[in-house]
């Protein structure tokens, strides 16, 4: 199998483990008395399968495009930036015309 589509398929599993892991939190800290809704509903199953499914879709999403964004960079960017010399610094005279 192709490197990207490996790449591709770990990054959307990822996402949807993250949105797996986002709805149950949505369901046990009750947010919105969703629990109750859920747990009381005739098609409360169906509604949990649909949380997790688009959940999973934007997350995949918003982890798949960080993981492209982030393939350029050989090392994430640390401290602060260098000093500039004053030996750099050169003056300019500005004409008022």
Do not use: C
């Amino acid at each position: 199998m192709p490197y990207l589509v490996k790449f591709y398929i770990r990054h959307v599993l990822i996402g949807f483990a993250i949105a797996i892991a986002f709805v149950a939190l949505l369901l046990w800290l009750n947010v919105g008395n969703l629990w109750h809704l859920i747990s009381t509903s005739d098609i409360g199953l169906l509604a949990a399968f649909l949380l997790v499914m688009f959940h999973g879709i934007v997350f995949s999403g918003v982890q798949f495009g960080i993981a492209i964004m982030r393939m350029g960079q050989d090392q994430p960017p640390r401290g602060r930036r260098d000093a500039v010399r004053a030996e750099a610094l050169l003056p300019v005279r500005a004409d008022n015309s």
